[in-house]
Every structure is written in C-alpha cells, then in structure tokens.
C-alpha cells in the first residue's frame, strides 16, 4: 500500500502559478504511477495529468496543456505539479492518485490510492 499527501494549494491571482506537491509513504514509490485529478464543487472529478513510473512519459488534459507540467523526484517519493497562467476555472480541491498497474490505470481513475486532496482557488 502506499499513502499519499498533497501539500501546496492555496489562493492565486488569475495569471498566478502554483507548485503542487504529493508525497508518498509507505512501499517504494518508484512502482506507482501517479497522477493528478480535480474536482470542482457541483462537478466530475476529472484528470489533470498523469506520469508514468520513471517520469518519461507524462499525459495531460487538453484543458491544462502548455500550462501545468508533472514531473516526480523518486528519490522523495514526491510527485509535482507546476501550474501557470492559472484561470478561475481552475479552481477546485486537487487529488493525487497513484497506481502500481500503469499510467493507463492512473488516467482512467481506477488508480486505487487517492490523497485527501489540497484547495486551489483562483480569484479573477
């Protein structure tokens, strides 16, 4: 099993950055893949990005490409996600999720191990 925690959110200016961060417990984090979901109030939860085990390949939503970038430190069993250019539509609590069956499980939602998720609020 392995647990994860989301650090990072917080209030931003629309054209602001945020860095999020997701540190993983418990196995070795380097056989999961992760990635990050959102969910905003009276919607689907819906992908963000996703990044394989070894950071080669990352995958992202059409509505975040050219503006967030995944990458992971194996090293701190950290994952992270850089957001710029952020819009109001952005804002939603953001979720961790990792895997050890592949980044396809990751991107579907089926990973079986989600954080408790961090607030990301965009004012205009």
């Known amino acids: 099993q392995v647990q994860l925690v989301e650090s990072g959110g917080g209030l931003v200016q629309a054209g602001g950055s945020l860095r999020l961060s997701c540190t993983a417990s418990g196995r070795a984090f380097s056989i999961y893949a992760t990635g990050w979901f959102r969910q905003a109030p009276g919607k689907e939860r819906e992908f963000v990005a996703g990044?394989?085990?070894?950071?080669?390949?990352?995958n992202y939503a059409d509505s975040v490409k050219g503006r967030f970038t995944i990458s992971r430190d194996n090293a701190k069993s950290t994952v992270y996600l850089q957001m710029n250019s952020l819009k109001p539509e952005d804002t939603a609590v953001y979720l961790c999720a990792a895997a050890n069956t592949g980044l396809q499980t990751v991107v579907t939602g089926l990973a079986p191990y989600w954080g408790q998720g961090t607030q990301v609020t965009v004012s205009s």
């Open positions: 990044i394989s085990r070894n950071g080669g390949t990352a």
